[in-house]
T-cell receptor, first 117, second 109 residues
Framework: GAVVSQHPSRVICKSGTSVKIECRSL??????MFWYRQFPKKSLMLMAT?????????EQGVEKDKFLINHASLTLSTLTVTSAHPEDSSFYIC?????????????FGPGTRLTVT | GESVGLHLPTLSVQEGDNSIINCAYS??????FIWYKQESGKGPQFIID?????DKRQGQRVTVLLNKTVKHLSLQIAATQPGDSAVYFC????????FGGGTRLMVKP
């Protein structure tokens, strides 16, 4: 089946630094990838939709300069949390939509837990 | 706007019993719903889906029921096992996935 990986799985960083999270589709090509944020005991909130070769589409309330998304290839999207603050601590999950398939079929990564101290 | 919500935040069941997790929706982008299972510290896993032309769909130990009249769907897990302990989300699949709030299923041995 389709596998999506994320790296790192856990990261702890100091306030003010930037952190990059990678999302890879391992055995399929993904024109579109999605980035979600999940607070403890809460549901997933879509942050942005990442399209290969074009600018990401951010959801309302998500700062694009704060959460930089790059989707440079059909198998890799990155999310960079810039100038991280403790309130950015969260579980970040990506999903990938296989090229040519509908948005119904998203494959989720295992998530990255970010802790900002 | 569309919203998807769950009736109960936590469900505790005895191992071997059947579990029923409910989800209500108001306006939906589409009549296509997906149930996901999320174990602690992991990403969501697809369990089962159902389209609007169906009112019931069965998988292995799981059944999803869709009642479009009252805009309600449920996930039934037969003979619940400890490995079923997780948070379950329903999601409506339109142009994007819209997730419900989640129900935590706890299975007591």
């Amino acid at each position: 089946g389709a596998v999506v990986s994320q790296h790192p799985s856990r990261v702890i960083c100091k306030s003010g630094t930037s952190v990059k999270i990678e999302c890879r589709s391992l055995d399929f090509q993904a024109t579109t990838m999605f980035w979600y944020r999940q607070f403890p005991k809460k549901s997933l909130m879509l942050m942005a939709t990442s399209n290969e070769g074009s600018k990401a589409t951010y959801e309302q309330g998500v700062e694009k300069d704060k959460f930089l998304i790059n989707h440079a290839s059909l198998t890799l999207s990155t999310l960079t949390v810039t100038s991280a603050h403790p309130e950015d601590s969260s579980f970040y999950i990506c999903s990938a939509e296989e090229s040519g398939r509908s948005s119904y079929e998203q494959y989720f990564g295992p998530g990255t837990r970010l802790t900002v101290t | 706007g569309e919203s998807v919500g769950l009736h109960l935040p936590t469900l505790s069941v005895q191992e071997g019993d059947n579990s029923i997790i409910n989800c209500a929706y108001s306006n939906s982008a589409s009549d296509y719903f997906i149930w996901y299972k999320q174990e602690s510290g992991k990403g969501p896993q697809f369990i089962i889906d159902i389209r609007s032309n169906m009112d019931k769909r069965q998988g292995q130990r799981v059944t999803v029921l869709l009642n479009k009249t009252v805009k309600h769907l449920s996930l039934q897990i037969a003979a619940t096992q400890p490995g079923d302990s997780a948070v379950y989300f329903c999601a409506n699949a339109g142009n994007m996935l819209t997730f419900g709030g989640g129900t935590r299923l706890m299975v007591k041995p």
